[in-house]
Every structure is written in C-alpha cells, then in structure tokens.
C-alpha cells in the first residue's frame, strides 16, 4: 500500500498525520487484538516509520493517541485482565538489516558505559528473535499459576489454560527454584506444524465447517491458539516455548538466587527445565555479533520455526543497570532484523505456462518487490484448486512472501484492496501455446494440453520420446541435437524431422559430415516400424508400451484406433476409462491428426493387420521367455514380434512357461527351464514357430 492513493489530490502534512494514524490503528487492531492481520509486518513498520518521520519533521501534528505514542494491544473481552508486576517491555529495533546494525548498537553501549578503546570488548548475549508471541509465566511455590499475554506492556490477558496445553512449558519446578518466579518467553508455532493446521483447516472448510479459517503465518496461528477461549481448541493447535528473560523473581535478601549475568540466568532456567534455544551464545563485541548475525541469516531457513532477526542483549547485569532505559525500551538490548520474507504488491497479470510434459501453471506476474533479499515478479498459483482457494485476481493486492531458496508464493488477497470488477481467474480451455484442448481429468489437479506433438511448449520433449529405442528409434536423435534442432527452428514438428535432409544436419554447429550422415540413415532405417512403436511414439497420455500394444492388436490399424469411440476403445484388454478418454481427446485434435497424416506422407510405415476378433493369433495363450544374445535379432525385436504373434513374454522361468528362447551366453533362466523341463528354443526356432522365413 502507498499512502498517495490515499489521497485524489497532494495531501496537507496534517491529513496526511491524521490518515496514517487512522490506517495504522485500524492495522494494530488486526494485529494486536483480533490477530487477524491484513498487511505484512514489513508493510505496518513502513507506515508505522512514515508517521515517526512526519511527526519529528512537524511536532505540532503529534496527538497523544498516536500509536507512536503508546504500546499497543489491548484486552480482549473473555479473559481476565493481569497487571504484569514487573512490565513486559519491548526492544528497540535496528532495521538496518545489514551488519552496520551491529556495529552500531555495540557503538551506542560503549558510549552509555563510558568505555574506550582500551577498555576491550563488551560482553553479550546473541539469541534469536522468535517470531511468535510474548508470554510471562508465573509460578508460586513451584507451581504454574498464571500465564499471561503482553497485552500492553502493563496489563495483559490471563490465558493460563491455554498455555498449561504445551507440553514443553512445565507446570511444576525442581524444589530448587526460588518461590517466586516469572519466566518470560515466546510461544510459536513451528513450521511443520503449522503446514498440518493449516491442511486440517482446509478438510474442515471443504466438509463445510462453518467460522473455521486458514491462517496466514505460524505467528498468527499461534496467536489465535494463545487467544482462544475454549481451551479444547487451543489443545489442538500444537504451541512449542522458548525462555529468553525474567519477570518477577524473589529477592536474593529472601532467599532468592543471585545472578551476575544473563547467560547465567538463561542457563538456571534451562536447568529448571525451560527451553532455551540452542544457537543462545556468548559473544564478545561487535565483531562477533556480526558473525552471528551472518551464522543465523544463512541457517534461517533450516530452523523448524521462524524468526525475523536476532536480539543482542549486554551480559553482565550490573552493566544493564547502568544503562537503563529510554521510555519503555532497554538500552542494553536490541533487535536486529533481517530482511522482511513478506511483502505487499500487485497482481499485474495471471499468465499460464506450458511446462515440458504439457502441464498448465497459472503464474502471477507481480509488481516488482525486494522480498527475502531478491526482486520478485512471478508467484506460482500452482493450479487451478490453488488459484481458486487463494482467488487471486488481476489487480489485487497481494501478500508475497519469499523465504530462502523456496519458490515466491502468493501468501493472501487483501480483499478490501480488491479493485471493482475484478474477474475470477479460470484456467483457459485451450492451451496458450498451440491452441488444442487443454484438460483437466478426473482425480488430477493440472490441466494438461492435449496438443503433444504439436505443442511448441512440449516439442523437445515430444521429440525425444518419438526417436526413443522404444518407440520409433531415431538412433542419435538425443537430448543435445533435439535442443539444437528445436531451438534453431528447423524443426517444429515430427514430419519436420523426415525432410531435414543431410545439407541441414551438417550446417548445425559442431555436426561433422559423417554424424549427419549416420542421423540421415537413422532416419530413413525408423521409417520402417510397427504400429504399436508408432502409436507408443506419438506420445499419447496414459498410453505406455504395453497399452500401445493392447491397442494395435485390438484393433489391427492405426485408422481404426484414430476413429474409435470411447465405448469401443474400453473394449480393449486392460482399457480403462481413462486411458481411453485420453485415446480419444488425443485424436480429436486436428493438430494430432494432421501430424499422423504427415508422417505417413513422409514415408513412415507399418504392418497393419485385421482386428483382433478376425485376426488368428498364432501364439495366443502362450509364454516365453527370452534369454541371451540372438544372432540377428535384438531383445526387443523379438518380444515385439512373439507379441504380434499373441504370445506373453515374461522376465523369469517358471512352471507355466511354454518356451524358452535362448541365445549365447544364456545364463540361470536356461539352466532353470532345462530343470523344469520346459522347452528350449534357439532364434531360428522361434521364427519357425512364428512361421517366418529364416535369415
Ligand atoms: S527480550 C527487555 N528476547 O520481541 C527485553 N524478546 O519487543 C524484552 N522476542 O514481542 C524482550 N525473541 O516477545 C527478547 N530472544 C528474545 C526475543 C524477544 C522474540 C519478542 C518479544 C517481544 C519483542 C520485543
């Protein structure tokens, strides 16, 4: 959001004081009382720095509401009201995300010490700052009594029961601990829990739950959790804890303990079972805080919560007291922030990309907007489910959020910044690349082009699995000629292979003469195929090797499978409803079929035969298995030819084989098959069976 579109004309710096702090209570409301925020946190500093700046620059305009002016958070009606005995502070924040932040608080506490140069380095404690929500837990005589929120600083909410549901927060202390004691801390929601919330709340809004949401970051989750009145329901949202300070404690003149430092301090609570974050250090001067600040910002993304920066606080705690405070902010502790994973900006398109495999993406093009440290400008919507769930729409202003190496993703819609007339994203019918049918099946979430072969989006791909050993076999059509072939534009679709020609192979970089010769004959050798290679090759979805068979002996020619309706495609052995949808869609693609036209044009040919109920399977019922090398024939010629024939061709010897093919160097499958007595064939033996003529 920009403050200028506030405003139809140039505002005065009072109306412009007066709309921020308007805007700025309406967001802390969210935030603080509803914990429903709308806008990123980087977004509310912004605005929250904007009405700083403007108030030092006219002190006339600051009003004693202004939310620069006071702690914010308030009570929310259903929890008792606590008045904190020692307040709940807050820390002062360095936004300067770069290492000069450091640098600059350990400047700051060397001049409120006194220090010089020839004093040494001030000690401190470098801790993480949890991105969760500040709690102070009290316990009498051992016990947990009462848990509270911040609320103002002064006075909070008594959320006791809520919190007396995480199991890493003790309800008893070792007999050790002082009478009194307040442990200050941060609840959170770790990431992974988080995600399981979040899908849990889903299923509930898909099986219509009425009041039930999604949230938008663990920090909003775990803040509704704290603030939930029926405490059943916060047992189900799954709360972790860390300790990082005290509130209360008994005087050492009680009996109370006495601490030097806060490292210490840190270490009785681990001791006293609290959890304490393990990356806690000591560190010595600026320079080392540098070095943590830099450790953490390059493990951020591998811890299992978030955090938004790191705190530094003086050790020694004769230190702190010496240097105080300013208002309500420690002089010895400070926060320094790394770059926001979260920000505002606006959804200037929604594109749909065509990936290799023919899969529809919806992307949104984005303002440009630094977030996580780079400028983003594209966000995956996923597909359509994904689309619709978050309904972003062209114009919207969108949450984004960026964190490590993890793709930008649209986080939320602000609703209320929904410009009028924005349409409802729906995935297109046809593909945007090549104009066929794009699809989406039964159970699947992509939609999917339909145009394969034809499909500019799909054609390396398509290509490659055309000329596979499997398919066609185009020997030497591999992935480096077909990305060279494609990206050249020489080729655009299969027949295009077929009038390459031997002048334009051998014009190709680094394509020496006798390599294109070799792609020229490899070419004219794949003309002559069969039809369950040609059919396996035209790339069809859900149509595999063994499919591609089932069909050509169905139906005998490639014309019949081109023409057939869907009940007649479900007639064919193993042809489920989707395969044949996917046969059907395939070929009413006029793309499709003029390629097919194309490449018999160009010569392509194969035996066609009578449909399967005419035709007489000579091998029918029959189960070979092959072993060896043959003298003329490769593996896969002759499982393709055993199969033609109807015979089943298995990968190991048992009772119910009928024939064992075996060639040189046939190993344990033929001393099995001599054990079970089951007939040995050599090649010319099988040709024989076959009725084909030898040689
Ligand atoms: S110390 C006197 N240490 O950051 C200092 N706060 O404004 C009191 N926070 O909402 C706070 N991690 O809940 C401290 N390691 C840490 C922290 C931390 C997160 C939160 C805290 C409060 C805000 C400080």
Redesign the pocket.
Known sequence: MSTSDLFSSEPSPAELAAELRAVLHHHAHRYYTLDDPEIPDAEYDRLFQELQALETAHPELLTPDSPTQRVIGTVLDGFTPVRHAVP????NTETDTEPTGARNFDTRVRRALGLTAADGPVGYVA????????MSLRYEAGALVQAAT?GDGEVGEDVTNNIKTIGQVPLRLPAKAPPVLEV?G?VYMRRDDFDALNEKQRAKIAAGAKGEKTFVNPRNAAAGAVRQLDSRIAAQRPLSFFA??LGQITLPEQGGPVFDSHFDLLMQLKAWGFPVAEQTTLAQGADELIAFHQRIGAARDQLPYDIDGV?Y?VNSLAQQRQLGFVTRE?RW?V?HKYPAQEQLTTVLAIDVQVGRTGKLTPVAKLAPVFVGNVTVTNATLHNEDEARRKDVRVGDTVIVRRAGDVIPEVVAVLPEKRPEGAQVFTMPQVCPVCGSDAVREEGEVDHRCTGGLFCGAQRKEAFLHFAHRRAVEIEGLGDKLVEQLVDAGVVKTLPDLYRLGFAALASLDRMADKSAQNIVAALEKSKHTTLPRFLFGLGIRHVGETTAKDLARHFGRLDGIMDASVEQLLEVNDVGPVVAQSVRTFFDQPHNREVVEQLRACGLTWEEGEPAERAVLPLAGKTFVLTGTFPTLSRDQAKDLLEAAGAKVAGSVSKKTDYVVAGAEAGSKLDKAQALGVPVLDEAGMLALLGQPQG
Do not use: Q, T, W
């Open positions: 709940m502070l807050s820390i801790e993480l700052k949890f991105d969760g929500l500040a911040r200050r941060e990082y300070g705190v606080k420690p502790a926060a």
